[in-house]
C-alpha cells in the first residue's frame, strides 16, 4: 500500500541497481513465454473511470471482480478518513457500475481488533483465464480475506490479515462474518523480516493440484524492517506466501519474498493462469525510474518460484485521472477483450477504479468529482 513516503524516497534509492529479484531453482519462465503473456494480457485503450468517490473526502481503492449468472460484481475499498471499509458494486458489461452498499463494515465496538479497519478481498475465484470468474466454495461458504486493525487514519496502526467468511449471496450487500482474530499478524512468533511491520493485501486461490503440497495458496504484501546502506527502512513492501487446508488455519511457507524490488513497494498480487503458466499481477511503486506506481507482472510454473516481467509496464500513468498513480490491478478477459481495472489517483490525490482495455471501448463520461466541491 502507498503511504506517504515520498520524503524517504531519496534515502533509500541510491542502492537501485533495476530488476527484480527472482528466485533460481531452474524454474524460470523463459523470456519468450513472458513475452506471450504479455502479449495476451496488454490493454492498451484506457476507456477511464468506471467508480468514483460520492464526495471528495472519500477514496476508492483496490477492486477485486467476479461474475454470478449474467452479472459482473466488484468488491472495492472506501478510505473515509478513518479507516476502510468494502463495498460491492455491480454490472452487466463490465463498464457501467452501480455501488450497492458494503459488505465488511465497521461496528459499534470499538475494542475489537478490526474495529476502524476491513479491506476485503473475495477468495477462491475462478483463477482460468477467460473463465467464468466466480467464486467457488468450500464447506458450504463462501471466503473473504481480509486486512484490519483498530487504529483510526490511513492504514494506521497494526494491520493483520484474517479471514472472513458468508452463506448468504455474493450478488447481494450484506455484512460477511468478520474474524474474532486475525491468522497473521506483524507480532507473530517466527515473523520473517520482511513483514513485521504490517500486513497488506492477500489473494487466496485453491490449487485443486496441490503444487504447494496444499490445497489454498494466500499471497499477500507486507512491510517490515530492512536495512538499505546502513539505513533501516519501514516502507518498503514485498510479496510473500502462506498455505492452508481448511482455510482457518494457515502457515507462512518460504522464508524470503517471492516477488521484490531493491526499493519501494511490490504489493497486491492477483493470481491468474494462462496455459500452463501462473501469472501473478501486482504494482510496483517508486524503484522504476524512482517514481510514480504501476502495473506489471511475474509468472510462474509450480507458484513458488516466480519469474518476474522486464519489458513493458501494463498500465502506468499517462491521463489526468491517473497522472499520480495508475496501480493494483484486477485483469479479466471476457469474449476476447482484455479489461484490466485498476486504481487511479490524479494529482489532486482523488482516488478511485478505471479500466483499460485490449479494445477500443470509446471513453467513459465518469470523472471525479472537481476538488473543493
Known sequence: MIMKILGQIALALVVFAGGATARQDGKTVPAAAMRQIYEEVKTPYKYGMVVVPADNTSKIDCPTVFQKGNKWYMTYLVFD????????????????????????????????????????????????????????RYNGRRWMSYFGGNVKGYEAGDLSIAIAHTTGDVATAHEWEHAASPVFTARDPGVRWWENRKLFKSTVIRDKQKLTGYPFVMYYNANGDSAVNNVKTRWFERIGMAVSNDMVTWKRMVNDPLVHHPVG?????????????????????????????????????DLVNWTDWTGENLVSSSEPFDELYA??????????????????????????????????KGKSKLNFIPAGK
Open 81 to 136: 478518513g478513518r479507516g476502510y471499509e468494502t463495498w460491492l458494486a455491480a454490472s452487466t458489461d463490465l463498464l457501467d457500475w452501480k455501488a450497492m452498499g458494503k459488505v465488511l463494515s465497521r461496528s459499534a465496538d470499538t475494542a475489537k481488533w478490526d474495529a476502524n479497519q476491513l479491506a476485503g478481498y473475495p477468495s477462491l475465484g475462478d483463477t482460468k483465464w477467460g473463465g467464468g470468474y466466480r467464486l467457488g
Open 327 to 360: 496501480h493494483k490491478s484486477f485483469v479479466v478477459k471476457h469474449k476476447g477483450v482484455v479489461y484490466h481495472f485498476y486504481c487511479a489517483v490524479n494529482k489532486k490525490e482523488q482516488r478511485g477504479i478505471a479500466v483499460a482495455t485490449s479494445v477500443d
Open 265 to 301: 513497494i511490490t504489493g497486491d498480487p492477483v493470481i491468474q493462469k494462462i496455459g500452463d503458466v501462473w501469472v501473478m499481477f501486482y504494482f510496483g511503486a517508486f524503484w522504476q525510474d524512482r517514481k510514480g506506481a504501476f502495473n506489471r507482472f511475474a509468472c510462474s510454473y
